[in-house]
């Protein structure tokens, strides 16, 4: 199957810093990717739609100012969680869909467990 | 919109035993896509459904997909330690677009 490298894998951070993850599709050019975010033992979030070379779709309830998405490149998008505070903490994982392929499953990264203190 | 849930939230099994967990979707799929995550991992693609009524087996895991394309269920037979894991759902809008995982079921298996 496609492979999704996602980056950094965890990461600790003080209380208003900003975090950067990156979510690289490794074997094949996605121009959509998506970012969930995971609570303990709940499932898979989904924060918002990347779209290459246009602006990210947010679901209801996320700040577009607060997690940042870029997706500069048709194999790599970026989250960005600006000033973060301990709330922010939890599992962010990426996904994409690999078009050339015969199915719709969603690969994902590794997933990245941040921690805000 | 589209909601999908799943049941049971949790399920304890002896090894050996069989484990069953059923997803419903509130609104008619594509297709419904079932995914496995081992504790601290990441989701992993087991399989996919398309067809109404379609049956798939994976040597101890059976996949239906229920006539009316709402509704799934994943059957693991003899349950073994490597099956522990939560087994998502996952439902693909008829638009094609969006992805709406069901709430995951965590199988524990004891040896």
């Known amino acids: 199957g496609a492979v999704v490298s996602q980056h950094p894998s965890w990461v600790i951070c003080k209380s208003g810093t900003s975090v950067k993850i990156e979510c690289r599709s490794l074997d094949f050019q996605a121009t959509t990717m998506f970012w969930y975010r995971q609570f303990p033992k709940q499932s898979l979030m989904l924060m918002a739609t990347s779209n290459e070379g246009s602006k990210a779709t947010y679901e209801q309830g996320v700040e577009k100012d607060k997690f940042l998405i870029n997706h500069a490149s048709l194999t790599l998008s970026t989250l960005t969680v600006t000033s973060a505070h301990p709330e922010d903490s939890s599992f962010y994982i990426c996904s994409a869909r690999d078009p050339g392929g015969r199915g719709t499953e969603a690969f994902f990264g590794q997933g990245t467990r941040l921690t805000v203190v | 919109g589209q909601q999908v849930m799943q049941i049971p939230q949790y399920q304890h099994v002896q090894e050996g035993e069989d484990f069953t967990t059923y997803c419903n979707s509130s609104t008619t799929l594509s297709n419904i896509q079932w995914y496995k995550q081992r504790p601290g991992g990441h989701p992993v693609f087991l399989i996919q459904?398309?067809?109404?009524?379609e049956v798939k087996k994976q040597k101890r895991l059976t996949f239906q997909f229920g006539e009316a394309k709402k509704n799934s269920s994943l059957h693991i037979t003899a349950t073994q330690t490597t099956d522990v894991g939560t087994y998502f759902c996952?439902?693909?809008?008829?638009?094609?677009?969006?992805?709406?995982f069901g709430e995951g079921t965590q199988l524990t298996v004891n040896p």
């Open positions: 996952a439902g693909l809008e008829t638009s094609g677009s969006r992805l709406t």
């Open positions: 459904l398309v067809k109404s009524g």
